[in-house]
């Protein structure tokens, strides 16, 4: 199954507000993990918002024992 350009290979997880998927991103033959906010949360518009301000706090960082964030956005709303 594709999500945007991520082909989805496995569920890895999932938390109160999204899921986590094992993935690879073919454009550049690399293994990612998504995380999507649950189908449910995705009406919610400050759920939306903060879910992406979370994302952009967290692709500020750099440590190595914190997952890079390379990106963040909607796919068919």
């Given at each position: 199954?594709?999500?945007?350009?991520?082909?989805?290979?496995?569920?890895?997880?999932?938390?109160?507000?999204?899921?986590?998927?094992?993935?690879?991103?073919?454009?550049?033959?690399?293994?990612?993990?998504v995380k999507v906010l649950k189908q449910e949360?995705?009406?919610?518009?400050?759920l939306v918002a903060r879910f992406v301000r979370?994302?952009?706090?967290?692709?500020?960082?750099?440590?190595?024992?914190?997952?890079?964030?390379?990106?963040?956005?909607?796919?068919?709303?």
């Amino acid at each position: 199954m594709m999500l945007g350009r991520y082909r989805i290979e496995a569920k890895l997880g999932e938390g109160a507000m999204a899921e986590v998927y094992r993935a690879s991103d073919p454009e550049i033959g690399r293994a990612v993990a998504v995380k999507v906010l649950k189908q449910e949360l995705s009406r919610d518009q400050q759920l939306v918002a903060r879910f992406v301000r979370e994302s952009r706090a967290a692709g500020a960082l750099s440590h190595t024992n914190i997952a890079k964030i390379y990106d963040v956005g909607q796919v068919d709303g």
